[in-house]
């Protein structure tokens, strides 16, 4: 597929359906938009109940990212533990954790100053 030009609110919009497609939990949108130091438009932060259920979020996100916008993360982080995986897409971080990591990290509270939309 050819790449074409994306907003990150699209984008932001397609990993919440690639999650939503595998079962992913509590999924949140943290738009950083309007804050001053943010490191990117969105997170997208979600939770999943096995090391598998990351796996299949992570892949689910990658698949549909790269077969609608061309796409590949910048980088990714974590797959070995299964614990937190990060995929980075520069202007949208999608954030797959399991409940423990996602409550030793608290991105919601760290953000708190950020528009947040849930699903």
């Known amino acids: 597929m050819t790449k074409r030009n994306i ?3 699209e984008l932001s919009n397609q990993i919440v359906e690639a999650i939503q497609e595998k079962k992913g ?3 949140k949108v943290l738009d950083l938009r309007g804050l001053e130091h943010a490191i990117s438009d969105f997170f997208v932060v979600c939770e ?3 090391k598998p259920q990351v796996d299949a979020i992570y892949e689910s996100i990658d698949e549909l990212v790269k077969k ?3 796409e590949d993360p910048v980088r990714v982080e ?3 533990e299964g614990n937190w995986i990060l995929v ?3 202007d949208v971080v999608a954030h797959i954790f399991k409940p423990e990591a996602r409550e030793f990290y608290k991105l919601e509270s760290l953000w708190s100053d950020a528009k947040i939309k849930s699903f």
């Open 7 to 9: 907003t990150s609110e």
């Open 25 to 27: 939990d509590k999924i």
């Open 48 to 50: 999943a109940q096995s």
């Open 68 to 70: 609608n916008f061309g």
């Open 78 to 80: 974590g797959r070995e």
């Open 88 to 90: 980075d897409y520069f």
